[in-house]
T-cell receptor
């Protein structure tokens, strides 16, 4: 089976940088994905890492270390609109995506 | 392009009633999924269809059935609703289910179901 651990809640102020960590256990690892979900909305795709290292997309970056079964999502220059839940997800050889329980990010002025 | 659409947006059922949640995608995706989301539980996979003509159970299939009507449409049926099925239901689709970035899932807006 697969399991993922991520913090339940993170708080930060506007303009700051925040890192949301994700550790996972899986077999036949295919990649780590991140999704964002605003309250009452649908999850939307943010990033995907298949190889070790950092992927950057604007203010968001995602990092993966396959040897440590660990990844993180880095959000820079935080804005109020970044307040949302963030889910990491992994897929292994034998199944579809498994999502973590989500991290609620609260950005304050 | 509407992406992934779901109907209805809201539904209230009484225990024992049945209903079907509809989902359609216009992205020519091969794979489709049904999830439920409960507070503090994240997204849990109910059923999925890797390609037209196939369906498979996910993590929490009990009490549900699915039909992949064609490449575009994937419906979820509750035969005899129970209060434990009160949840938000999301349909999603992806181009493939083969490993890699084309597995990226696109979600519909969700159906908020309450079973009394």
């Amino acid at each position: 089976g697969q399991s993922l651990e991520q913090p339940s809640e993170v708080t930060a102020v506007e303009g700051a940088i925040v890192q949301i960590n994700c550790t996972y256990q899986t077999s036949g690892f295919y990649g780590l994905s991140w999704y964002q979900q605003h309250d009452g909305g649908a999850p939307t795709f943010l990033s995907y890492n298949a190889l070790d290292g950092l992927e950057e997309t604007g203010r968001f970056s995602s990092f993966l270390s396959r040897s440590d079964s660990y990844g993180y999502l880095l959000l820079q220059e935080l804005q109020m609109k970044d307040s949302a839940s963030y889910f990491c997800a992994v897929r292994d050889l034998y199944s579809t995506l498994t999502f973590g329980k989500g991290t609620m990010l609260l950005v304050s002025p | 392009n509407a992406g992934v659409t779901q109907t209805p947006k809201f539904q209230v059922l009484k225990t024992g009633q049945s209903m079907t949640l509809q989902c359609a995608q216009d992205m020519n995706h091969n794979s489709m999924y049904w999830y439920r989301q409960d507070p503090g539980m994240g997204l849990r996979l109910i059923y999925y269809s890797a390609s037209e003509g196939t369906t498979d159970k996910g993590e929490v299939p009990n009490g549900y059935n699915v039909s992949r009507l064609n490449k575009r449409e994937f419906s979820l049926r509750l035969e005899s609703a129970a209060p434990s099925q009160t949840s938000v239901y999301f349909c999603a689709s992806s181009a493939t289910l083969s490993g890699g970035p084309t597995d990226t899932q696109y979600f519909g807006p969700g159906t908020r179901l309450t079973v009394l």
